[in-house]
């Protein structure tokens, strides 16, 4: 089991419509959720990092944690094409420093 | 001003040679990272330095050797290289107490 999945997609979405990405991860103790945006040829962006269970939003974004299913999703409202990119999921696990990537989600906007 | 900076950006090289990259961050972060992302586009840490002092030293080949001369840099330097090697390598950084970590823009090595 990898110890954090990500379906690979693409996945499609017209433009204006939510896109709902999804992260699973297998370390219970893991207390740190990350997306990154990475689009090609570029450097993963920060663009959301949640903690606590619930949803945390920012502009057209929200991240939502749910730690007894371990699982991590993020929204992306309005969706526009320039939101064209894929999509990292990245774990902060029990007792480390470094972050546990996910092989990533394409997400295509359609205009 | 660049969060994060690389160099050089591009490097294209010979098997079996020796190679070097260069990280800067102008954050005041306290711990930088090595990533590297294959051609599946996985990203996998290498290492981690904090305050000059290696503390994530993950299963990489020892033609492999990073070095922090401070909290500010962190180098990579790479012996032999070989076809496998191939990748970007991604520099990172962060503060200890916090694990939002920041990417620099990257280095395209190719082997040939």
């Known amino acids: 089991q990898k110890e954090v999945e990500q379906n690979s997609g693409p996945l499609s979405v017209p433009e204006g419509a939510i896109a709902s990405l999804n992260c699973t991860y297998s370390?219970?103790?893991?207390?740190?959720f990350f997306w990154y945006r990475q689009y090609s040829g570029k450097s993963p962006e920060l663009i959301m990092f949640?903690?606590?269970?619930g949803d945390k939003e920012d502009g057209r974004f929200t991240a939502q944690l749910n730690k007894a299913s371990q699982y991590v999703s993020l929204l992306i409202r309005d969706s526009q094409p320039s939101d064209s990119a894929t999509y990292l999921c990245?774990?902060?696990?029990?007792?480390?420093?470094?972050?546990?990537f996910g092989s990533g989600t394409r997400l295509q906007v359609q205009p | 001003d660049t969060a994060v900076s690389q160099t050089p950006k591009y490097l294209v090289t010979q098997m079996g040679n020796d190679k070097s990259i260069k990280c800067e961050q102008n954050?005041?972060?306290?711990?930088m990272y090595w990533y590297k992302q294959d051609s599946k586009k996985f990203l996998k840490i290498m290492f981690s330095?904090?305050?000059?002092?290696?503390?994530i030293n993950e299963t990489v080949p020892n033609r492999f050797s990073p070095k922090s001369p401070d909290k500010a840099h962190l180098n990579l330097h790479i012996n032999s290289l070989e076809l496998g090697d191939s990748a970007v390598y991604f520099c990172?950084?962060?503060?200890?107490?916090?694990?939002?970590?920041?990417f620099g823009p990257g280095t395209r090595l190719t082997v040939t």
């Open positions: 990172a950084s962060s503060q200890v107490k916090s694990a939002e970590q920041y």
């Open positions: 370390d219970r103790g893991s207390q740190s």
């Open positions: 949640i903690y606590s269970n």
């Open positions: 990245a774990v902060r696990g029990t007792g480390r420093r470094a972050l546990t």
């Open positions: 954050l005041g972060h306290d711990t």
């Open positions: 330095y904090n305050n000059k002092e290696l503390i």
